[in-house]
């Protein structure tokens, strides 16, 4: 058999895989649109998207495979293919920190997948908003990055906000310089948020220490004002590149090779246990000797691991602070909830924000 020959009957083979992957899928989809018909008799408010159960479905798909793709790629096939799913019980609104093209639109997109319409606003208490009054299904906001630390305004907020954390996104962060300019020499302007400047301080110390910075509110901001002026630049992402037609001058100019944001998914519905869960609490105590320890005994004791803990000011008075704490576990496991028991007694404030999925993409 020749080498045209061969290819040939592969590619015979790939077709008929191809349209028995297709009927499949939509047999998918059929299933989905019983899901949503029951859910609906049962409950006309129900909610249609579970984190706990996409969650589970990834999990498995990432165990069970046996390659040639990586498990990684063959999970983000099958995310499309329930976001595809989704949107025919129930068309998604995903409200984020805008404008278009920042790394929280892309964190949105890569938790839900492209089968949703993703709304951009221009401040975290925006996207807060929308998710309370109904506007908006869910939201997406940054909480963390690896290498600044935390995002005040996101905490901030939880603490007057009823919204729920369902689930949460880790996204690797690439910076690249893009600017109309012919070559580094020939910027005079950088526009960047503040946070991705910090990030790629070395770099800029090394190639644009004689450039103007200028702060903005995101990254894509950035690249709006940069394609209007020829001898500015931005800081962004790939996507803001595209989007308003910017060439990448430097790609990748980040500090830290590791550069992740962790990004929080809110909505209005507590997520039941998927296995792999944490628990993120708003603590607080009375200004007294020992009573941060007494916060954190009752965890020491039902051995219950904490991920993160973060102080804010609480604002009802000087040195008076709240803690933010990430937990392992679901608040219905048994350990975690005889921990908050205890402590809903003895902390001056004990509030879940939500128990959700641990990352799974």
Request: aromatic share 6%; with cysteine; net charge negative.
């Amino acid at each position: 058999m020749s080498e045209e020959q061969q290819l040939q009957a592969i590619r015979k083979r790939i077709d008929a895989l191809d349209e028995q992957l297709q009927g499949l899928i939509n047999q998918r989809a059929g299933l989905a649109q019983e899901v949503a018909q029951i859910k609906l008799r049962a409950d006309p408010d129900t909610f249609f998207y579970r984190p706990e159960r996409e969650a589970e479905v990834l999990s498995r798909i990432k165990a069970r495979n046996q390659g040639p793709l990586g498990s990684e790629a063959m999970a983000r096939l099958f995310r499309e293919i329930m976001s595809a799913c989704l949107a025919l019980e129930q068309p998604l609104r995903i409200a984020f920190l805008g404008p278009e093209g920042t790394f929280t639109q892309a964190a949105a997109l890569k938790h839900f997948g492209h089968a949703v319409t993703t709304r951009a606003f221009a401040s975290i208490p925006d996207v807060f908003r929308e998710v309370e009054s109904g506007e908006c299904h869910y939201g997406v906001v940054p909480v963390e990055n690896s290498t600044e630390g935390v995002v005040s305004h996101t905490l901030d907020r939880f603490a007057s906000s009823p919204l729920q954390i369902c689930g949460e996104v880790t996204l690797r962060i690439h910076h690249h310089l893009m600017s109309h300019a012919p070559n580094l020499a020939a910027i005079t302007t950088l526009y960047s948020h503040q946070q991705s400047l910090a990030q790629c301080r070395a770099w800029l110390e090394r190639n644009l220490h004689h450039v103007e910075q200028i702060a903005v509110g995101s990254n894509a901001e950035a690249a709006r004002l940069a394609a209007e002026e020829s001898s500015s630049a931005a800081i962004g992402a790939a996507t803001a590149a595209e989007i308003y037609a910017l060439p990448i001058l430097a790609a990748k100019i980040e500090d830290e090779p590791d550069n992740t944001t962790r990004f929080l998914v809110i909505g209005r519905q507590q997520t039941q246990p998927s296995g792999r869960d944490k628990t993120t609490l708003l603590l607080s105590t009375r200004n007294v000797a020992g009573g941060l320890h007494s916060l954190l005994e009752p965890l020491v004791r039902h051995h219950i691991s904490m991920s993160r803990i973060e102080s804010r000011p609480s604002r009802r008075g000087n040195w008076d602070y709240i803690f933010f704490v990430d937990l392992e576990g679901h608040q219905q496991n048994p350990n975690v909830a005889a921990a908050l028991a205890i402590l809903q007694r003895e902390a001056q404030l004990c509030k879940v924000l939500g128990s959700y999925p641990v990352a799974v993409l």
